[in-house]
Nanobody, 127 residues
């Protein structure tokens, strides 16, 4: 699976961005998908995840109520709608895919459970 993230950019605090992650391959609908981010000098952290069916969705507390993850299996794409952005949301955002090993909420939030990663897209929020 190859993942291509896009949609990052520079936005003022309070603004919105929508990230997209396009996947290659015919098995996209079988993969659980996640978004992670990494700010300079910090570890990669979980942002949001969605199960292969879309029935299970998880968010980090820091983005709950502001970010929305969604997927369109027919287009092999997962999205991250980011509203009410804050300067602390500034980071490189990565999409990742995981197989059947991801089952619990702990699994979904653990980057080591994800097998394939996109190249990342920069999000910068100015104050």
């Amino acid at each position: 699976v190859q993942l291509q993230a896009s949609g990052g950019g520079l936005v003022q605090a309070g603004g919105s961005l929508r990230l997209s992650c396009a996947a290659s391959g015919r098995s996209f609908s079988l993969y659980n998908m996640g978004w992670f981010r990494q700010a300079p000098g910090k570890e990669r952290e979980f942002v949001a995840a969605i199960s292969w069916s879309g029935d299970s969705i998880y968010y980090a507390d820091s983005v709950k109520g502001r970010f929305t993850i969604a997927r369109t299996n027919a287009k092999n794409t997962v999205y991250l709608q980011m509203n009410s952005l804050k300067p602390e949301d500034t980071a490189v955002y990565y999409c990742a895919s995981a197989g059947a090993l991801v089952r619990t909420v702990v699994d979904f939030t653990n980057p080591t459970k994800y097998s394939y990663w996109g190249q990342g897209t920069q999000v910068t929020v100015s104050s």
